[in-house]
């Protein structure tokens, strides 16, 4: 159920500034932007950015919720923008990846009374859980919602670096193009070729069943676990093929990642980022790699050697890649591998992200996009909603979900969601309640 705009009209949509005592005290405050629904709401709390959809507003509103979302014009949130935010009083936040949201900031938190911070965001690399713990603050994620929309990103990127469409697209918008010719932009056919997936995971195979389905191509690819499911899904086509009168396709799980990258035509990386994976792509495992090979990464960006990425893309013009992540930090940023490796390491990438390494721009065989994997309306609002669902469940004293990937009951809009967090990361370290629905 959706707020209309007479009940907008209620809720008194303002905007003002709210300084922080802290800052003031310290003769640092800056003002900060916001804008403030249901005002007399019993519960204060914050968004840390505007947010896809409206349907998060309405349920906190619903639930007696002041919402507080801050409208500053700056891309990413300073730790001192988010305790002016956070203020005096705070029940719960909503807040980005690009945030680094650690000691100081769950402090602040709870001292303002606040018991849950939620990402919207699958991955919480930015976040000190330990930290959260010490302060007693639920720290909510949001999976269940990005698998599908991340694998058509990764697939979209193959197949626009197979068939050169960014490089079309700027020489037709230069003006270049006065007629046909037999050379002009060609690319690689994917039909019979072999897709490599390395981390086969939720993510990982959705990409793999689009293109095994979608292009028949064969399939190798590298994971810890087996993928069980990924394998019957290939071997039932493949079997559908065959008796269709068509060329079968074909599945082998590798024994390394190395026999991905020499075999594979088209290459995906899904792993997770941990001290095992921090450039698990550099500039001998590229060397290994096929001259006309795509690697795709819609992962963590520190997962490819941008530096001998660069170099390699310099001296194999036909080598091309897919990016919608990035390595980069600003130059003269210094970075040393500390105890807490994930969360230093995730937090200081993230935020310097937009800066990619000198050159890469440049690289007419490289495709770049801003970090969009989830951006679908329907995952984006999704995702706003399950976040604002786990800060409203904590300060409800609602349980936790039993399954934090299967979130389809929160997100139907035809009913209310179930009385629960959808997910909260460190649910078993506060001792949280698990639902029984």
């Known amino acids: 159920m959706h707020i209309n705009k007479t009940e907008h009209l209620k809720f008194e949509r303002l905007r ?3 300084p922080t005592p802290e800052l003031l005290l ?6 900060v932007s916001i804008e403030v629904w249901n005002p007399s709401g019993k519960y204060r709390v914050v968004s840390t950015k505007p947010m896809p959809g409206t349907r998060w507003i309405d349920l906190l509103v619903q639930q007696d919720c002041r919402v507080e979302i801050c409208t500053q014009k700056k891309t990413i949130l ?3 923008d988010i305790i002016a935010l956070i203020g005096d009083k705070c029940d719960g936040v909503i807040g980005q990846l690009t945030e680094d949201w650690g000691e100081t900031l769950f402090s602040a938190l709870s001292r303002a009374g606040g ?43 193959s197949l626009s670096a197979a068939r050169r469409i960014v490089e079309a697209d700027e020489f037709m918008r230069a ?26 995971g939720r993510i990982g195979s959705a990409y793999a069943r689009m293109m095994v389905e979608g292009f028949k191509m064969n399939l190798i690819y590298y994971d810890l676990y087996q993928a069980t499911r990924l394998e019957k899904f290939v071997t ?17 799980r590798a024994a390394s990642m190395d026999e991905v990258l020499r075999e594979a035509d088209v290459i995906s990386l899904h792993p997770i980022l941990d001290k095992t994976t921090y ?3 550099n500039k001998e495992r590229l060397s290994m790699m096929k001259k006309e090979a795509i690697l795709i990464n819609c992962s963590r960006g520190p997962v490819i050697d941008e530096v001998a990425l660069v170099a390699h893309l310099k001296e194999n013009p036909m080598f091309r890649v897919g990016l919608d992540v990035f390595e980069v930090t600003k130059q003269n940023s210094p970075f040393t591998f500390p105890s807490s490796f994930i969360i230093q390491l995730s937090i200081h990438f993230f935020q310097d992200e937009p800066y990619m390494k000198p050159g890469l721009a440049e690289m007419k065989n490289a495709i770049v996009v801003p970090h969009i994997a989830s ?15 786990n800060v409203l469940g904590k300060i409800k004293g609602y349980p936790v979900w039993h399954d934090p990937n299967k979130v389809e009951p929160f997100l139907n809009e035809n009913s209310l969601p179930p009385a629960a967090s959808p997910s909260i990361v460190n649910a078993k370290a506060l001792g949280l309640p698990v639902s029984k629905l």
């Open 78 to 80: 300073s730790v001192e």
């Open 26 to 31: 310290a003769s640092m405050a800056k003002p």
């Open 115 to 157: 018991r849950a911070f939620s990402n919207m965001a699958v991955g919480y690399n930015n976040v000190d859980v330990n930290a959260a713990n010490k302060y007693g603050v639920a720290v909510g994620n949001t999976p269940g919602v990005l698998t599908e929309t991340t694998a058509e990103l990764a697939a979209s990127l």
């Open 279 to 281: 450039h698990l792509v």
């Open 375 to 389: 951006a679908s309306k329907w995952t984006r609002e999704g995702m706003a909603t399950l976040a604002a669902l």
């Open 175 to 200: 003006g270049l193009y006065d007629g046909w010719l037999p050379h002009l932009f060609v690319g690689n056919l994917l039909r019979g070729q072999t897709v490599g997936v390395i981390g086969a």
């Open 236 to 252: 039932a086509y493949g079997q559908f093929l065959k008796a269709s009168g068509e060329q079968p396709v074909t599945w082998k």
């Open 16 to 18: 003002f500034f709210l």
